[in-house]
T-cell receptor, first 115, second 111 residues
Framework: DTGVSQNPRHKITKRGQNVTFRCDPI?????LYWYRQTLGQGPEFLTY????????KSRLLSDRFSAERPKGSFSTLEIQRTEQGDSAMYLC?????????????FGNGTRLTVT | SQKIEQNSEALNIQEGKTATLTCNYT??????LQWYRQDPGRGPVFLLL?????KEKRKERLKVTFDTTLKQSLFHITASQPADSATYLC??????????FGSGTRLQVQP
C-alpha cells in the first residue's frame, strides 16, 4: 500500500494561468475525492468519482474547475484562469466502495499559490 | 442548512491529562461519524468511526461517543502526550453524500 500520491506538492502560478494537479489513489479503491482546504478551515468538498464516473460536484465549484478520472485510475484537477482566491491546499482522497462509513485515505495535498 | 461546529479555539492541556474535543452538528442525520487527525502541511488521517447505534467506541487511548439526540460527538484522548498535538476534524457521515468536515480543533499538549 503506497498510499495516495499527489503531484506536484507545491505550485506557484500567476493569476490567469491554468494549472493541473494529479492524484494517484490507492490502487484497489473505487472512489476518489477532491477537497480544498484553506488555513484554519476543514477540507471543503469539491467533487468525487466512483471509478471513472463523476458522481457529485459541489454547487460551490466554479466552472473554471474541472476534474477527470480516465479509466478509473488516476485523476486530474484543472483550474483555468486562476484567481488569487484559488490559493489553497488541494487534497485528494480515496476509499473503498464499501457503502457509507468507508474511511477516506488522503494524500498530502498540492499547495497552490496564485500571485 | 447543514452545519458542523467544532471549537475553533485551540485546546491547551498538560501532558498526561485527558483531552476532550466536541463536535456538534445541525440539520444532519448521520449514520456514522468519523474523526481524523491532521498535522501541519499534511492530509488528514482517519482515526475512528462510530455508528449511530453505538454509544461509545474505543481504540487504544482514544474514545469517541455519539449522541444522536444531542447531535453531538465527543472525542477523548487519555494520558495525552505532546505527540498528540495536532488538529482534529470530525465528519458526520449520512451515507448519501460525500463527507463534509468541521473546521477542526487544534490540540496542543504541553510537556
Amino acid at each position: 500500500d503506497t498510499g495516495v500520491s499527489q503531484n506536484p506538492r507545491h505550485k506557484i502560478t500567476k493569476r490567469g494561468q491554468n494549472v493541473t494537479f494529479r492524484c494517484d489513489p490507492i490502487s484497489e479503491h473505487n472512489r476518489l475525492y477532491w477537497y480544498r482546504q484553506t488555513l484554519g478551515q476543514g477540507p471543503e468538498f469539491l467533487t468525487y468519482f466512483q471509478n471513472e464516473a463523476q458522481l457529485e460536484k459541489s454547487r460551490l465549484l466554479s466552472d473554471r474547475f474541472s476534474a477527470e478520472r480516465p479509466k478509473g485510475s488516476f485523476s486530474t484537477l484543472e483550474i483555468q484562469r486562476t484567481e488569487q482566491g484559488d490559493s489553497a491546499m488541494y487534497l485528494c482522497a480515496s476509499s473503498l466502495e464499501a457503502g457509507s462509513g468507508s474511511p477516506l485515505h488522503f494524500g498530502n495535498g498540492t499547495r497552490l499559490t496564485v500571485t | 442548512s447543514q452545519k458542523i461546529e467544532q471549537n475553533s479555539e485551540a485546546l491547551n492541556i498538560q501532558e498526561g491529562k485527558t483531552a476532550t474535543l466536541t463536535c456538534n452538528y445541525t440539520n444532519y442525520s448521520p449514520a456514522y461519524l468519523q474523526w481524523y487527525r491532521q498535522d501541519p502541511g499534511r492530509g488528514p488521517v482517519f482515526l475512528l468511526l462510530i455508528r449511530e447505534n453505538e454509544k461509545e467506541k474505543r481504540k487504544e487511548r482514544l474514545k469517541v461517543t455519539f449522541d444522536t439526540t444531542l447531535k453531538q460527538s465527543l472525542f477523548h484522548i487519555t494520558a495525552s502526550q505532546p505527540a498528540d498535538s495536532a488538529t482534529y476534524l470530525c465528519a458526520p457521515d449520512t451515507g448519501r453524500r460525500a463527507l463534509t468536515f468541521g473546521s477542526g480543533t487544534r490540540l496542543q499538549v504541553q510537556p
